[in-house]
């Protein structure tokens, strides 16, 4: 009887210490348990299908670093048809709803997205800075690394800039340090492996994805008391099956005032483009000459050189078509990896 009785114990207590995501439909009540000062929020909607949002919980649990809040995904969390988000990683999490993409997501990838699910809403900033945190997982790590299956979401956020102009759908879920929206082939175990977790190979038993970033926060500079659209959409990319999902902390969202007038990535970032590309590669950067160097995804170097002004461009044209990994570096040291596409 005592040995039924620890059993018993024991499995309450393990299948208590995991993360639990619960759907809900319930968008408003959702959003205002994400926001913690400094922003009203107004005129809620969510689209996408059922099961695809809800409240996450026992994280604190977990390696997933954070404890509760909202969890999106491309797939379902009705665990009826679907493996739970707190099965060991060698658990499988994929299921297709058969849903519609977002063109701004097809805009963001340059492919077509499926299964979107995405919650927009307004919001006043009371301060100058607006911030939350967030951490993005996939079943498509580590195998669809490179590939067209670069599952991808985004924070677009539309609204007056600090500049007097205007932000139109911009992107503020970025890897830290560069422009590059946070998905499969921008952070993973070669590409910007600071922020990304390896939970295949640590045999993660309290997360089912494969992999997934640190906590990373997105940020931007706003206009007090000025009103702004935010629109946080995720889908499958290419194909509806490998689900990935999306986890905002709780009561993270914040305004607040700040003396800063740029973050030092969009001092000394480098752009390059057009990205897919077959024979020139345009090369923008805050400070010259910036060396270039391309690899391929095996890490071998395959082209470099030393660009001298701002109106150098890159011949790729000798490049065989695939995904390659841009690193460059500029005089202040400043080192910045970036992923492209050769058609």
């Not at 797939?75 to 060698?90: E, H, L, Q, R, Y």
């Not at 629109?231 to 990935?244: C, E, L, P």
């Not at 003396?259 to 345009?282: C, F, H, R, T």
């Not at 044209?317 to 460059?328: A, E, R």
Request: charged content about 10%; hydrophobic content about 45%.
């Amino acid at each position: 009887m005592y040995l039924i009785c620890i059993v018993a114990v024991c499995s309450i207590l393990t299948a208590n210490a995991q993360i639990v995501v619960v759907p809900d439909t319930n968008i408003v009540q959702i959003v205002n348990s994400f926001v913690l000062s400094g922003v009203t929020v107004s005129n809620v909607q969510y689209t996408g299908e059922i099961n695809t949002i809800g409240q996450f919980s026992g994280g604190a649990t977990t390696n997933l670093g954070m404890d509760n809040g909202i969890a999106m995904t491309t797939g379902s969390f009705d665990t009826t048809v679907n493996v739970p988000v707190g099965a060991p990683v060698i658990e499988f999490a994929s299921f297709s709803n058969g849903g519609a993409g977002d063109p701004l997501l097809d805009a963001l990838t340059g492919m077509t997205t499926y299964d979107a699910s995405v919650l927009e809403f307004d919001l006043i900033p009371l301060g100058n800075v607006l911030e939350f945190e967030y951490v993005f997982a996939s079943e498509e790590y580590p195998e669809f690394v490179g590939s067209s299956f670069n599952d991808i979401f985004a924070f677009f956020i539309s609204g007056p800039d600090t500049a007097s102009g205007m932000y139109v759908s911009e992107n503020i879920a970025l890897i830290p340090g560069t422009i590059l929206p946070v998905a499969i082939n921008n952070v993973n175990a070669m590409l910007n492996d600071s922020f990304y977790v390896d939970n295949q190979t640590l045999n993660g038993q309290t997360i089912v994805f494969d992999g997934f970033t640190t906590v990373l926060i997105a940020r931007i500079f706003v206009v007090p008391s000025a009103t702004y659209h935010l629109k946080m959409a995720i889908s499958d990319v290419s194909d509806g099956v490998f689900d990935s999902a999306i986890f905002l902390k709780a009561q993270s969202m914040k305004s607040y005032f700040s003396a800063v007038g740029l973050n030092e990535y969009e001092q000394n970032s480098v752009i390059l483009y057009p990205n897919p590309s077959s024979d020139i590669l345009n090369i923008q950067a805050a400070s010259w000459p910036v060396e270039v160097n391309i690899l391929d995804m095996a890490g071998k170097t395959v082209q470099s050189g030393l660009q001298s002004s701002a109106s150098e461009t890159v011949d790729v044209s000798g490049l065989k078509p695939g995904f390659y990994i841009v690193k460059t570096i500029q005089p202040t040291g400043r080192v910045s990896t970036s992923q492209l596409m050769i058609q």
